[in-house]
């Protein structure tokens, strides 16, 4: 199982892609502008499409996505996400006033897009020995993250959240966590900012960390611009005996 990071910035510039992360070259979690990255041929290979929610930085590439696609593929591109989710893309983005809407394009039977609402705490399989399973989280609109099994291990992504313990008790109930990308977007000094917003700092993730019975290897994501050099400084005493990475546009994640 190999996972492509193509964006994971909390905000756009030279270099950064918001949230968009590649599974084994046929399935999205989350649609930002990393999705620009891919070439049209690569773009042709999705088949799913898993969101964690609403948010313009992790599903504005889905838009893009499915322009591109239009004539070019024969079978819909699966979009998986919450019914709140999937409501605020159908009401506010696909609503031929910001965006066509790919659901009923080139016709109502053969669209290019088709929604599927996940249920959180369900599996979903997907082929070769791979579940899925999307857990909620708490954030500032209705969220989740998603935690993929393989044959050879598990990896947990939160999306976008922040401190609950329904997010601990979740990952603690897996059998086993090897490896877990979770966010942290402002530095301490901005922890007002980050409970308003719902977004860790490296403080706050440090003491929540300590109510996770697994011991994976952390991958952090989601800083913001102009904040890495503070949070990557910070996390050094936060995540003190933590093993962590500082996610990076093109980075690799495999579970082998």
């Not at 590649?22 to 891919?38: K, Q, S, V, Y």
């Not at 066509?100 to 082929?127: C, H, I, Q, Y």
């Not at 440090?206 to 611009?225: A, C, M, N």
Request: a negative charge; glycine letters at 8%.
């Amino acid at each position: 199982m190999r996972i492509k990071v193509l964006g994971c910035s909390g905000g756009v510039g030279p270099g950064l892609r918001t949230t968009s992360l590649l599974l084994d070259e046929e399935i999205l979690i989350d649609a930002g502008t990393g999705i620009g990255d891919l070439t049209l041929s690569q773009q042709r290979r999705i088949r799913h499409v898993f969101l964690t929610h609403c948010h313009l930085d992790h599903v504005c590439g889905l838009a893009f996505m499915a322009d591109n696609l239009f004539d070019l593929i024969d079978e819909p591109i699966a979009v998986h996400a919450s019914r709140e989710t999937l409501q605020t893309l159908r009401e506010h983005v696909f609503n031929w006033k910001i965006w066509p809407d790919f659901s009923v394009l080139p016709d109502e039977n053969n669209p290019l897009l088709r929604w599927n609402e996940v249920a959180m705490d369900e599996k979903l399989e997907l082929g070769d020995g791979r579940r899925i399973t999307p857990f909620r989280v708490l954030h500032t609109v209705p969220a989740n993250g998603y935690a993929i099994e393989g044959r050879s291990g598990t990896f947990a992504f939160t999306g976008d959240t922040y401190a609950d313990d329904a997010l601990w008790h979740f990952l603690n109930g897996l059998p086993r966590l090897d490896k877990l990308m979770i966010e942290i977007a402002f530095p301490d000094k901005e922890a007002a900012l980050g409970y308003a917003s719902k977004h860790f700092t490296p403080d706050l993730l440090g003491r929540e960390l300590r109510k996770l019975e697994h011991r994976p290897k952390l991958y952090l994501t989601h800083h913001k611009p102009g904040t890495e050099a503070s949070i990557e400084r910070e996390c050094r005493q936060a995540l003190r005996g933590w093993e962590y990475a500082h996610l990076k546009r093109g980075d690799t994640i495999s579970l082998s």
